[in-house]
């Protein structure tokens, strides 16, 4: 059997432009693919940006015809992806992971931790979302997920022994938020990984930044403004980490 492998992508997003942010996404799961990767995920709202007021115009369901290109991405590429976006609700859209696996099947997970201001533009997710690949548990968060301490908690309750999430982090939020991230690393014995922008989406400047964690520490993290995969490698349950350009 092989090590398994999975991977944050570093990307950035064009306002509303699905089909260009697409092929950004096939770019990176090709890549992923290449080196191996199982599971990449990317930042939160990849598909359409970080545009709460586009959200409700712009959201996905799980038959939508748009997903196509993934699906046959993740089939070709024989791997599991998560891309964010906006996903169709009763009454205001979520935000969303959408996970299609190596099979063409769609699955998703709903943000359940919104940040001030989100709720003016979605309602919230009420189920963790945990999958399985090579016996290890891996937990779905988005963003403000990882900053309440109960999202966490509950997916090391529920067995996950990594804990992945695609974000949105500017500057003056990264270092408080990696580091509560980093902790969960330490306290729950869990690998961490955060995918984030690198290029200003909605009124926002992510920096960039990805990286993973182990209970020994930071494992990789991408630079600033580069389209990257912060990769996480597991062997004998020991995990090392890279950072690949795309």
Request: net charge negative.
């Amino acid at each position: 059997m092989s090590n398994l492998k999975i991977a944050v992508a570093q990307v950035s997003s064009i306002k509303g432009d699905i089909g260009e942010n697409i092929k950004t996404h096939l770019l990176a799961i090709e890549k992923a693919s290449q080196i191996g990767v199982s599971y990449i995920v990317f930042p939160e709202l990849s598909l359409t940006g970080y545009e709460p007021e586009l959200a409700a115009k712009l959201a996905f369901s799980t038959d939508d015809s748009r997903l196509k290109p993934l699906i046959d991405s993740a089939m070709e590429n024989n791997i599991k992806i998560g891309v964010g976006a906006p996903l169709k609700s009763d009454g205001l859209p979520k935000i969303g992971l959408i996970i299609i696996s190596q099979l063409g099947t769609v699955d998703t997970y709903e943000k359940i931790h919104l940040h001030s201001g989100e709720e003016a533009f979605f309602n919230r997710g009420t189920t963790h979302n945990c999958i399985t690949i090579e016996n290890t548990k891996i937990a779905n968060a988005i963003c403000a997920d990882t900053n309440n301490p109960n999202h966490a908690l509950t997916c090391s309750e529920l067995g996950a022994s990594v804990y992945i999430a695609g974000v949105l982090i500017t500057e003056g939020g990264y270092n408080s938020d990696t580091a509560v991230m980093a902790a969960y690393a330490n306290k729950y014995n869990m690998l961490v990984a955060m995918a984030n922008h690198n290029q200003p989406t909605g009124n926002r400047a992510p920096i960039g930044k990805s990286a993973i964690w182990s209970n020994t520490g930071l494992l990789a993290c991408a630079s600033k403004n580069q389209n990257s995969l912060v990769v996480a490698e597991k062997l004998d349950d020991n995990w090392s980490g890279q950072v690949v350009e795309i």
